[in-house]
């Protein structure tokens, strides 16, 4: 039980990873994808 928990959330945070770098590579799709919430 513990262990899938900790499967989880290594998953979870690959994933955080990968969005941030997104970001960070792709500052004109975040800022498209911020104009597309704001509205």
Known sequence: M???????????????VKAINNVIYNPALSITLLLGYAR
């Open 2 to 16: 513990l262990l899938i928990g900790a499967v989880v959330l290594m998953l979870t945070f690959i994933e955080l």
